[in-house]
């Protein structure tokens, strides 16, 4: 968006509904009064609602349900995650345009869209990406070993479930990547990794929420195991506050990943775990593991004990239970 259409939502937004004239506009703009007029005109077209009183001028009504880069940034408590937000309506994926953008993008920079057409899960599955849902990747550049990357899965689960929790719901982190609600899946992570020499040059953290999307319009395969945040709440979130929220949460959380000791974290993920304490089969690669999840290493592998009382470290893997 423009930057002085941004400017001028973002004023009108600081007013609290009181009207700005359009005098005052234009000069903080350093634009003429007929420019101001012109932009409100713009600014209308994408879904604001702004009245405009002859001699007194223009206040916002209301803002439209879009996930708007200028929305999500007018208050936002980060300083480096959402700070470039790149904004579409409909795109492939979020991941791949991240990726293919990664190099010439800031640390920070979140790629957002309303909808995907070929949304990415793990292991090659599709996710099913509708309107109202929230469907955005950030570009991390962490100077950390490539093998740190699954720790970097289990930071971003811990923000969002940390996230949705502010709006009074139990969520909680299933190993390695899903946050649950009442069992159900409510939010999936891809963390995609570029690196080089064993050194991680960009992650590309994929996050998808399903916010307000009702439970019958899921595909039938996934309908039952999934949930939203419109479901468990009982009405729609605000979306555009739960989205700073969620970048506030991804933040301190980050800031913690690369200053503190990995130890930390784990101590905070398993009290809000899913997984633990629970009977799980575990597929990787190699093998199928059964036995109890009973924590989570320094590394951000699962502990599972099994049967025969041996204890595997299990780094990647599909868990179920
Ligand atoms: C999973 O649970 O399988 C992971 C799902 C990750 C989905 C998100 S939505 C935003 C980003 N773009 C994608 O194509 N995938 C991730």
Not at 166 to 186: F, T, Y
Request: hydrophobic share 35%.
């Amino acid at each position: 968006m423009n930057g002085n259409k941004a400017e001028i939502i973002r004023i009108l937004q600081s007013s609290g509904g009181k009207p700005v004239s359009g005098q005052e506009i234009g000069s903080k703009l350093g634009i003429t009064r007929a420019m101001v007029w012109k932009y409100i005109r713009e600014i209308r077209k994408d879904g604001y609602e702004i009245k405009s009183s002859p001699k007194v001028g223009y206040a916002l009504k209301s803002s439209p349900d879009m996930l708007y880069p200028e929305q999500i940034k007018a208050g936002l408590e980060t300083s480096l995650l959402g700070r470039e937000i790149l904004y579409y309506n409909e795109v492939e994926s979020t991941n791949s345009i991240a990726k293919e953008l990664a190099a010439k993008c800031p640390e920070g920079t979140v790629v957002i869209a309303e909808t995907q057409k070929k949304g990415r899960g793990r292991m090659g599955s599709e996710w099913q990406s509708l309107p109202g849902g929230i469907w955005f990747s950030v570009i991390l550049k962490p100077s950390v070993p490539l093998e740190y990357t699954a720790k970097i899965t289990l930071v971003a689960g811990l923000a969002v479930s940390k996230a949705m929790r502010e709006l009074g719901v139990d969520a909680r982190i299933k190993w390695p990547n899903d946050v649950l609600i009442h069992g159900k899946k409510v939010c999936g992570i891809l963390t995609e990794v570029d690196a080089e020499v064993e050194k991680i040059d960009h992650v590309i953290l994929g996050i998808g929420i399903n916010a307000n999307v009702r439970q019958s319009e899921f595909r039938e395969e996934i309908r039952e195991d999934s949930t939203s945040l419109e479901e468990e709440v009982g009405k729609p979130i605000d979306r555009i506050a739960f989205m700073k929220q969620l970048l506030f949460e991804l933040e301190q959380q980050y800031i913690k990943f690369t200053t503190q000791k990995f130890s930390d974290i784990v101590s905070e993920w398993i009290s809000l775990s899913d997984t633990i304490g629970k009977e799980v089969t575990v597929t990787t690669p190699v093998k199928i593991i059964e036995g109890k999840a009973v924590g989570v290493t320094d590394k951000g592998a699962l502990l599972v004990k099994t049967k025969n009382n041996v204890r595997e470290e299990i780094i990647a893997g599909r868990c179920r239970y």
